[in-house]
């Protein structure tokens, strides 16, 4: 019992997990209808829902940054790709003649979609071939691509009507929220991708040691442009899920500072941002955290203006449970538990 007890305390998950547990014991007290869920017209409805809702596109973004920080990498401009993909999407479906129509919809997230693979590719190049470190890589898209979208924009908020753009931020799908579909189906890519085949292996060899993984053979160039790309995949859906909820294209404020909240989520979710071994699952977690988090302040009723601080209190105490001095310390009562519990049977 004692051993279980120790690897479950062990385990990357554990102190996330109880940081949403206690989330949630907030919540309930604030709130005793926290967990209830209701069923209007055929779609779920509830806090719990809100959650996965409104985090899923921190989640997705989330997502594709795991495996960015897995190979040593870091994407600071997945805020400017989301922003870059709403404002294309939003600008064509207000050019076209019918912009509800399924078709003419379905170009402009396709055209969305490709630019952000263009746009990801482009931070693939100045790291793997140019050798730019990838923080100072993808700052510079970061700062560029805010100025793009509102050139996109021409520097107004874009509002279209469109009932199937909207379906992608408000929709449900069999009662839940197509949001929540998204975020599901980006983590399933990324995990049957990752674990199903050596691609996972070979970002975590990449991440550990780039020069050890390129001298036994292993392709980083090509690997490195797969996961910014797949990371600008991530952020070009979180940025259409955001723009269809609002119906608006707002380049200076849709997905403002999502990129810190996707590698907070990262970061609790158990995975070094030195690189190597990666935890999808504890990703998920971790965004389950901050958006809980946020719910947390709505609901207590914090004012919102110290919300970011609240925020960063939470994680810095995850973060702080989950440090090497901490492991350490663990580590020596169950060896001390460990220990005991010999002594006490030497003495049976």
Do not use: H
Not at 2 to 15: E, N
Not at 230 to 250: E, S
């Amino acid at each position: 019992m004692t051993a279980l007890l120790a690897r479950i305390v062990a385990s990357r998950l554990f102190w996330p997990l109880v940081m949403l547990a206690v989330l949630f014991v907030i919540n309930v007290l604030a709130f005793p209808g926290f967990f209830s869920i209701t069923v209007r017209d055929g779609n779920l409805y509830g806090s719990l829902i809100d959650i996965l809702r409104n985090g899923a596109p921190m989640m997705i973004v989330a997502i594709g940054m795991t495996l960015v920080i897995a190979t040593r990498g870091i994407d600071l401009s997945v805020g400017a790709v989301a922003a870059i993909a709403g404002s294309v999407a939003c600008s064509i479906l207000l050019g076209a003649p019918d912009p509800a129509d399924p078709g003419t919809v379905a170009i402009a997230i396709l055209t969305a979609v490709l630019i952000a693979l263009v746009l990801g590719a482009w931070n693939g190049f100045l790291v793997a071939v140019v050798g730019i470190q990838p923080i100072i890589a993808t700052l510079i898209l970061m700062t560029a691509g805010r100025g793009a979208a509102m050139l996109i924009t021409e520097g107004q908020i874009l509002t279209v009507n469109s009932a199937p753009f909207k379906v992608l931020g408000a929709g449900f799908i069999w009662g839940v929220p197509v949001a929540i579909y998204l975020a599901a189906g980006a983590f399933l890519v990324a995990a049957l991708f990752t674990r199903r085949t050596a691609l996972g292996m070979l970002i975590e060899a990449v991440g550990i040691n780039p020069e050890a993984s390129r001298q036994a053979g292993v392709r980083a160039r090509g690997l490195l442009f797969l996961v910014y790309i797949f990371a600008a995949l991530c952020a070009a859906v979180g940025g259409l899920i955001l723009t269809a909820n609002t119906m608006a294209a707002d380049a200076n404020n849709v997905a403002l500072f999502i990129e810190l909240d996707a590698i907070l989520a990262v970061v609790i979710g158990g995975t070094s941002l030195a690189g190597g071994r990666y935890s999808l699952v504890g990703t998920v977690v971790g965004a389950l955290v901050i958006q809980t988090l946020v719910t947390t302040v709505y609901t207590v009723g914090i004012p919102p203006i110290i919300t970011m601080v609240f925020k960063a209190v939470v994680v810095t105490l995850v973060c702080l449970l989950q440090s090497p001095t901490t492991n350490d310390a663990l580590a020596a009562f169950r060896r001390r538990l460990a220990l005991r519990a010999g002594k006490e049977a030497v003495s049976v």
